[in-house]
């Protein structure tokens, strides 16, 4: 089975442009979490699709955006990029196990830079 | 904010067990441990996880005390390519949000 595919791996923008990054889950999960990963503060949970519908989000502004379609393929959106912006974003797909608990795998990621 | 305390850094020798702590005095009932670790630059890794009972895998064992307040990942028999960093996370049962705290960076040497 196909793991979490993110694409595309490496990006480079300027200030004030706007990104899309995409994620494709394992086959079957239904769910796709989003997070940021930057040396000065770690992961960072951005926000939770379930079936289309955003379900949960993090601390960050309205600039980050996402949605999610009927195949459960993901998408992220960052309008007017920051230079702080620049990170390794996560996806994560999970399955939902007997008893509520979660399995989620991550994805290679999508380096950021924002010149 | 992440609900768990590890050490910042830790080593091992190749072929021995390497024995990672975590503390989670504030756990609830509801709450599952989970163990991820991140080898440089790559997605992090599902390792295992339990709620009370101890669990094993393939590639780990994970030992919780009775009082859940705290836990330790135990991977048998480490390698180099065990060196990365490994978080313990606490999660609510039906949630799929993960707070990452700073984890604990294992390195193994030869």
């Known amino acids: 089975k196909a793991g979490v595919t993110q694409t595309p791996r490496y990006l480079i923008k300027t200030r004030g442009q706007q990104v899309t990054l995409s994620c494709s889950p394992i086959?079957?999960?239904?769910?796709v979490s989003w997070y940021q990963q930057t040396p000065g503060q770690g992961l960072q949970f951005l926000f939770e699709?379930?079936?289309?519908?955003?379900?949960n989000k993090g601390n960050f502004p309205g600039r980050f955006s996402g949605r999610q379609f009927s195949n459960s393929r993901s998408e992220m959106n960052v309008s007017t990029l920051e230079l702080g912006d620049s990170a390794l974003y996560l996806c994560?797909?999970?399955?939902?196990?007997?008893?509520?608990?979660?399995?989620?795998?991550f994805g290679p990621g999508t380096r950021l830079t924002v010149t | 904010d992440a609900k768990t305390t590890q050490p910042t850094s830790m080593d091992c020798a190749e072929g021995r067990a390497a024995n990672l702590p975590c503390n989670h005095s504030?756990?609830?009932?509801?709450?599952?441990v989970y163990w991820y670790r991140q080898i440089h630059s790559q997605g992090p890794q599902y390792i295992i996880h339990g709620l009370k009972n101890n669990e094993t895998n393939e590639m780990a064992s994970l030992i919780i005390t009775e009082d859940r307040k705290s836990s330790t990942l135990i991977l048998p028999h480490a390698t180099l390519r065990d060196t990365a960093v490994y978080y313990c996370?606490?999660?609510?049962?039906?949630?799929?949000?993960?707070?990452f705290g700073k984890g604990t960076k294992l390195t193994v040497n030869p």
């Open positions: 699709y379930f079936s289309e519908t955003q379900r």
């Open positions: 996370i606490v999660r609510v049962v039906g949630s799929e949000k993960l707070v």
């Open positions: 994560a797909s999970s399955l939902r196990l007997i008893g509520g608990s979660y399995e989620q795998y």
């Open positions: 086959s079957g999960h239904r769910s």
């Open positions: 504030t756990i609830s009932g509801n709450e599952y």
